[in-house]
């Protein structure tokens, strides 16, 4: 069609469009093909109306619905506009396709995605470290043959999400056909719910949503089929449970999934597994260095070391230290070093606008079922740097493979710590960010409280 064919196409139907008749057809029918051109009339109504300056294309096109001379006075128009914009030409071309998807949005009608999404994080500036992990995760996702799932699996605070996204702005080159995000929500009260998880990628991948089916399973199915022959990255942050993500996997060898998560996911198969633990101290002294300043540190050295061990190598905790060194230069670090050692302040010292030690790791504590709860309440509870394995049995009152379990179900969740004792056996110890307080407890309790789960017995 000429650019004069196209704008006579696009007026008739901008007028059919003032002249309410889309605005009918929406009132009678919410979906299905009714709605569809009610859509598509507004929207071309829309487009002429925003192709002239100012309110003149909007007035033009009320006044060519009454009369013959308004309407070829806006042909002209728009053949003059077009004239010197052949990108407008070829946006009218799609605009009048039969296949043209519209998407509904509030009162607006925008154009569907593209079908390349580019959903990644911003990565991180100061990024330090982690050069294994991150050549690791890059290696297997660009490993030949087959459908490429990495796992990447650690405590709260320990950089998950960090280590996860830098690895997936070095892959982009191997995915050119989108890189897709999303949170989870893996420790909240309500994790994501899977099938609108999948409704947003498929409207991402350029699925025009009347297209999306209502239900997960066939969510899941056209996924699948719009990935098979696309090369596209997928990061699922903050994991809940293998169930979770299992609609989330494409079917086809040509995409790669990187997957984060607090719990280690056991029975996930995954073509490379990857738990992340604290900083080694070196590493930590220059995440700390180049958040706080160099000069802040450099000080007092000494009272800088302090810092560094009193955050376990957690990098959440390291950044916090960091910014508040960086916001409250009149503070020494030697002080800031003695309050982090009060085991009862660190949480409050670890803590700076909206984050926090303390909520990672209540989040990681709520998310427990309730036997467990009371198994970390006593790992917290007792002063000993650690204890033999065995002694949850009697502590909790319970059996031993009850206990086993428990404890299987605390290391899962990185919230405990486990090493080959002397004798052979397993001795358990709370990861050290962790031990800088007490999980929640309802009211104030003894230490039995805490470590049997029952009140001590009135005095008479």
Not at 275 to 283: C, P, Q, R, V, W
Request: glycine residues 10%; contains cysteine; hydrophobic residues 45%.
């Amino acid at each position: 069609m000429t650019v004069e064919e196209l704008v006579a196409a696009v007026v008739a139907l901008a007028i059919v469009s003032a002249k309410r008749l889309g605005a009918g057809l929406a009132d009678r029918a919410m979906e299905g093909v009714e709605q569809s051109v009610a859509d598509r009339l507004g929207r071309l109504y829309r487009w002429v109306a925003g192709r002239l300056p100012g309110e003149e294309g909007a007035a033009l096109v009320d006044e060519a619905g009454r009369s013959p001379a308004a309407q070829a006075l806006l042909r002209r128009r728009l053949v003059l506009a077009l004239g010197e914009d052949p990108a407008g030409v070829e946006e009218l071309r799609v605009l009048l396709s039969p296949h043209a998807p519209v998407l509904a949005h509030g009162d607006f009608l925008l154009p569907e995605s593209s079908g390349t999404p580019r959903q990644l994080p911003l990565a991180v500036a100061d990024f330090t470290g982690r050069g294994q992990e991150l050549a690791r995760l890059v290696e297997a996702a660009e490993r030949p043959g087959g459908g490429r799932v990495c796992l990447v699996h650690g405590p709260g605070g320990v950089g998950k999400t960090a280590v996860v996204v830098q690895a997936a702005h070095r892959l982009m080159p191997s995915f050119p056909d989108g890189q897709l995000f999303v949170d989870l929500n893996g420790v909240e009260e309500r994790p994501a719910a899977v099938g609108e998880v999948l409704g947003d990628f498929l409207v991402a991948l350029g699925v025009a949503r009347g297209r999306i089916p209502d239900d997960e399973a066939g969510r899941t199915r056209q996924f699948r089929t719009e990935l098979a022959d696309r090369r596209v990255l997928i990061i699922l942050d903050n994991a809940a449970s293998e169930q979770q993500i299992g609609a989330l996997i494409p079917g086809g060898s040509s995409c790669a999934v990187l997957i984060t998560s607090r719990q280690g996911l056991a029975t996930l198969a995954v073509d490379e597994r990857v738990a992340l633990s604290g900083l080694d101290e070196d590493t930590a002294w220059d995440l700390l260095r180049r958040i706080s300043g160099g000069d802040r540190v450099d000080e007092d050295p000494e009272a800088g070391r302090d810092v560094v061990r009193l955050c376990g190598g957690l990098p959440l905790a390291l950044r916090i230290a960091g910014a508040r060194l960086a916001t409250f230069p009149a503070r020494t670090v030697g002080s800031f070093a003695r309050d982090l050692a009060d085991d009862h302040r660190r949480l409050d010292v670890l803590s700076l606008g909206e984050r926090s030690v303390r909520a990672v790791f209540r989040a990681g504590y709520q998310a427990l079922p309730s036997l467990q709860q009371r198994a970390f309440r006593l790992v917290s509870a007792l002063d000993t740097p650690d204890l033999p394995a065995w002694a949850l049995s009697p502590l909790l009152d319970m059996n031993a493979d009850t206990a086993d379990a428990c404890l299987e179900g605390l290391l899962l969740a990185h919230l405990v710590q486990a090493r080959r004792g002397e004798a052979g056996g397993r001795r358990v110890r709370q990861r050290r960010a962790a031990s800088a307080g007490r999980p929640p407890q309802r009211g104030r309790r003894s230490r039995h409280a805490a470590t049997t789960g029952r009140r001590p017995a009135q005095r008479p």
